[in-house]
C-alpha cells in the first residue's frame, strides 16, 4: 500500500501545481530536457513568421476515436491560454474530425495563426487501404502548395504516416497509445527526426497495473489485444509481460480486432466470456467502442465476480469497470503541446524538446461494481479514490 500512497502523492503533486512548477520540480523531465535542449531558451511568446505572414496549421487524424476531439480542443485551448489566438465562439460538444477542425478554423482569431479549414486528412475511419491515399493527398499540398507549417497529427496512424512521409514539416503527435513501441519515435528521449516531436509517458501501463496488483495481488491477469504492431502497442503487451517475469503472475490473452464494430463486436465479448473463466483479474485494454460495449464487458466481469482495471480511464469505470487510474482533464495535455507548437515558432526543432509527460492522474472505482463482485476496498484506498461512481 505504501507504493499506492507515492503514486498518489505524486499525482496530488501534478494536479496542483502550474505548468512551469512541474517543469522545474520533476528531475526526471528536467534530466531530459537538459540532453536535447533547455526549454526555457524558446519562448511561449506569441510572434509572427520572419516575413510577417501566419503560421499555418493543418490536421491529420487517424479515425475517429473518443480521445482525439478533447485532445485538440485542449490543445487550441492551451494555445489561446498562451495568447497566440482566440476561441470566439462555443465548440459545440458533438463536434469531431473535419467538422470539428472547420469550426475552430472558422471560430479562431489571430494576427499570428491560421487553422487552414482545408488542410484536413484522415484514412476513412480507420480504413487501412485508405492510410496510402491520405500520405500521398499530404505529400501534393506539401510539395504543390508548400503552404502548412506544422501539422497535428493526431493518433497513431497518423504519427506513423508522417514518418512514412520523412516528416517533412514539423509534426507535433497527439494521443498515441505507445509511440516508441509503435515505431513512431526511436527512443522516449529523442524522437529521432527533425520535425517530429510525440508525447510519451514511459511508464503509463506499468505504473497502471503496478496499482491494480497492489490492490488485488492476482496471479492470472487477462487481457484482450489485436495482434498488430498497433494493437500490442495500444494494449502495452510488452510492459505487461515484463512485470508477470518480475512479479511472477501469469499473462493470459485473447485476440480480438480492436475496433469493436459490428460482427466484431461478438469476437471481443467472447474473449472477455474466456478470460473471465481462466483468469482471477482483467485489465480491460483500449477499444475502439461505444460506451454501451465497455458496459456488456463489465456486465461479464461483474457475472464471473472478477476483479477489473480499465486502461482508458473513468469513462469505463463509469460504464461498470471495477477501477482505473484517469487524467483530471486534458487541459494538461493540451497545455504540454501549445506549450511545444509555441517553442517551435519560437525557433526550437521539435526533436529537440522533451517528449515526456506523466499526465496528473487519480484513482476511479465503481462503488457498485465492489458490491457486485464482492471486493470490500482497504479504507486508505477509500479515501484515496478521486472519482466514484455507483452507475450501471
Known sequence: MKRILNLLLCAFVFCVLPASAQNSADPVRKSVTATLADASLFSTKPIKKANGAKWRLAYFRSGEYVNYPPSLKATIRGLEALGWLEIVADIPDKLTGRALWKFLAQNTRSAYIELVADAFWEPG???????????????????????????????????????????????????????????????????????????????????????????????????????????????????????????????LTCEAPFAVIGEIEKKIMACYEKLAREADAIYVTEHRAEEEVIAKIAEILRRAKIPSFSMQGAEEVKAGILMSMAQADFSYIGMFHAETIARIFNGAKPRQLTQIWADPEKIVLNFKTTRIIGFNPPVDILLAADEVYETR
Open 125 to 251: 475511419d480507420f480504413d487501412a487501404a485508405q492510410r496510402p491515399v491520405a500520405r500521398a493527398a499530404i505529400h501534393e499540398r506539401l510539395t504543390e502548395k508548400n503552404d502548412i507549417d506544422l501539422i497535428i497529427a493526431m493518433g497513431t496512424w497518423a504519427g506513423q504516416d508522417m514518418v512514412k512521409l520523412g516528416v517533412p514539416v514539423p509534426a507535433i503527435v497527439i494521443s498515441a497509445s505507445n509511440p516508441l513501441k509503435s515505431g513512431i519515435i526511436k527512443s522516449y528521449r529523442d524522437s529521432g527526426y527533425d520535425n517530429l516531436n510525440a508525447r510519451v509517458y514511459p511508464d503509463h501501463h506499468r505504473d497502471q497495473i503496478r496499482l491494480f496488483h497492489d490492490i488485488i495481488p492476482f496471479t492470472r491477469l487477462g487481457m484482450v489485444y489485436e495482434d498488430t504492431l498497433e494493437g500490442r502497442a495500444y494494449a502495452g503487451l510488452d510492459d505487461v509481460r515484463e512485470l508477470a517475469k518480475q512479479w511472477g503472475f501469469e499473462v
